[in-house]
């Protein structure tokens, strides 16, 4: 599997990318700023929780993460009813984000399982 960092990171990139080839109108304009925030802010909060100090600030920071996630996908599909033409690339964000959310679950109820355990 990918390494996350390097997923997260890419997944910001390929948003960046959509929303510089969205037209210019002040829905994509509003949404894709928005878009581009979550999205930049699961890696930067993956990042983050790779260098918690606690492994309840680790689990803080996931949880940052997981609720980046699903707000990008949010933006997403809110973009994808506003630019038809775009469907095919906001499918395959989409599937992307929903894959790290799910990554991130798991994560997150391991971490739990083990401060639990502690």
Not at 43 to 64: T, V
Not at 69 to 93: P, Q, R
Request: aromatic fraction near 8%; charge should be positive.
């Amino acid at each position: 599997m990918q390494d996350m960092k390097q997923r997260t990171f890419q997944f910001s990139v390929e948003v960046g990318m959509l929303v510089t080839a969205l037209p210019f109108n002040m829905i994509n304009k509003a949404y894709g700023m928005q878009l581009i925030r979550s999205s930049s802010s699961v890696g930067a909060n993956y990042r983050a929780a790779r260098r918690a100090k606690s492994d309840a600030d680790f689990l803080n920071k996931l949880k940052i993460c997981e609720e980046e996630a699903d707000e990008s996908i949010y933006f997403l599909e809110l973009l994808k009813v506003f630019n038809v033409g775009f469907a095919e690339t906001i499918d395959k964000l989409e599937k992307e984000a929903n894959e790290l959310v799910k990554i991130l679950v798991a994560s997150i109820i391991t971490t739990r399982e083990k401060i639990k355990k502690q």
